[in-house]
């Protein structure tokens, strides 16, 4: 395999992971915001700061594995990445997280009543 080859193919393989890293940091965010539940306002400062996130990792990417040139599958590979972890690790990751919310809420409200009587 010649030497262009294996740095594209390392280059389509970085991307894919980028974008799988980039949906693991937004499920931090999803948790982060099952915890400290708050406001439309904040939600939309919380995702447009992730949208900035996003595009400076991709940029990151571009510029220091291709020096900043723009390469469709580049783009393509990160988008595939982020969509690959979303239905094969992030649902079943936001099911059992969004059991676990409602099992704590049930146990906080027992505990409540408890303490109430």
Not at 45 to 70: H, K, P, R, S, W
Not at 76 to 83: D, E
Request: charged residues 20%; proline residues 1%; hydrophobic residues 45%.
């Amino acid at each position: 395999m010649s030497d262009a080859i294996r740095y594209e193919a390392h280059l389509a393989f970085s991307s894919f992971i980028t974008g799988a890293g980039l949906m693991i940091v937004y499920d931090l965010l999803r948790i982060f915001r099952m915890i400290c539940p708050h406001n439309a306002l904040f939600v939309g400062i919380e995702d447009f700061g992730y949208g900035i996130y996003c595009a400076v990792m991709t940029f990151g990417l571009l510029y220091e594995q291709n020096n900043g040139t723009l390469r469709g599958y580049v783009i393509v590979g990160t988008m595939a990445g982020m969509a690959v972890y979303q239905y094969m690790i992030g649902r079943i990751l936001l099911k059992y997280l969004k059991k676990g919310q409602e099992y704590l809420r049930i146990k906080i409200k027992l505990r409540r009543w408890k303490r109430s009587r």
